[in-house]
């Protein structure tokens, strides 16, 4: 029975029968996420007498939105989830689906105290719409079992027996096939199913943030130029069955990257060993892509495992500043290391600051400090400049 329709008549004899018979008062428009969808997008409806041949009402169809494969609704409004949630800037949902289960309209809702004047970013807005706009067309935990296998023939596609599975450790995954294919080249292991965050009530629709750090998909975003469109992200639309991807437009994904199956286990992310991972709580290091000085520390989707998470001010390395006093250079060209400048004989403990960089060849590199010519940098072995010492990571 439609939305409008309170009852329909049930009498096999009756000429209406299973007609609409008296319309639902409560009924004023279709809503999705409480976005109002304009009747002229949608289908109209009758509602009939008993015994007549003419409905009672009629409201006729819209035009549509011709030569449209997805249609996006945008509000922006304080509702009670942006009430209870402060820190959410916008969330999103699917609204219709076609016959083969593809999301055809979907709607994203923006909290407004983020688009204010003081609080606007706008590469930061422009990469949670992107967020919001992958989970609207599909990237969603109530769409999983509507994804189809069209990788026989583009007509005649079938559903997917099963998207997603728990592993031996608890942990959900989607094992789909570019999916295990894309993250097994990734971890370096074969292949191996995606996993899914484990902190959400119900059956997540973001990454597992443990494994899948700077992904457009995990559930807390890191900030735009540390967060990439990953080819694991792609490869679970490619399975989706509903779109050709154009994986040109994929960023590396760095974050574990040939750590093998076992990475990012709550069980051996403590491990000192770690490149990734960090134990030194609150110690001033380098984020993961060495653009961003980083403190170590965690989160409700870590588990307890630590990483080093931007600095929220000051830590850009990237972003030319004065220094002053400091043998540190914000520059374009520099990046983060693991560095304890020091004076000869005195030691001071290890610190991720900004030096610039330049590569000569593969896996070779020289440094430049403050005041110094560039520097041959052999990772993890001291080096000198002018009378100091160093050791860089």
Request: charged share 20%.
């Amino acid at each position: 029975m439609n939305k409008y329709c309170r009852s329909v008549w049930g009498d096999p004899l009756l000429p209406n029968y299973k007609r609409c018979g008296f319309r639902d008062i409560s009924y004023h428009g279709e809503r999705c996420l409480d976005v109002v969808i304009p009747d002229s997008h949608l289908h109209g409806f009758e509602v009939w007498p008993m015994n007549g041949t003419k409905p009672d009402h009629v409201t006729p169809d819209g035009a549509g939105v011709p030569n449209t494969d997805f249609l996006l609704y945008v509000r922006v409004a304080q509702t009670e989830k942006c009430a209870l949630h402060p820190s959410v800037i916008a969330y999103a949902s699917y609204c219709q689906l076609d016959h083969s289960g593809r999301p055809i309209a979907g709607v994203i809702v923006f909290c407004p105290k983020h688009l204010r004047e003081g609080a606007y970013q706008h590469q930061h807005i422009v990469q949670v719409c992107l967020h919001e706009i992958l989970h609207a067309l599909g990237f969603s935990s109530s769409l999983f079992e509507h994804w189809i296998d069209c990788s026989f023939s583009a007509h005649r596609c079938s559903s997917r027996s099963r998207v997603t599975n728990t592993d031996e450790r608890g942990q959900l995954r989607i094992y789909t096939p570019n999916v295990m294919q894309r993250m097994g080249e990734h971890l370096g292991e074969g292949s191996v199913g995606a996993p899914l965050e484990n902190q959400e009530s119900q059956t997540s629709s973001h990454w597992e943030a443990r494994i899948m750090q700077g992904s457009i998909l995990t559930a807390s975003l890191s900030p735009p130029h540390l967060t990439s469109l990953d080819p694991i992200t792609l490869a679970a639309f490619q399975d989706m069955g509903w779109y050709k991807v154009n994986t040109s437009i994929q960023n590396h994904l760095v974050w574990g990257k040939g750590a093998g199956v076992n990475f990012g286990l709550p069980s051996t992310c403590q491990e000192k060993s770690s490149s990734f991972f960090c134990t030194d709580k609150g110690n001033i290091g380098c984020h993961h892509l060495h653009l961003d000085k980083g403190n170590c520390s965690t989160d409700a989707f870590l588990d307890g495992c630590h990483i080093y998470k931007p600095l929220s001010h000051g830590g850009e390395c990237w972003l030319k500043q004065e220094n002053y006093g400091s043998d540190e250079i914000y520059h374009p060209q520099s990046r983060c290391f693991f560095s304890n400048i020091t004076k000869e004989m005195k030691h001071e403990k290890v610190k991720g600051r900004c030096y610039l960089h330049r590569c000569i060849a593969p896996n070779k590199f020289q440094i430049r400090v403050q005041g110094s010519d560039w520097t041959d940098c052999p990772g993890g072995r001291w080096i000198k400049v002018n009378d100091k010492s160093f050791i860089f990571l």
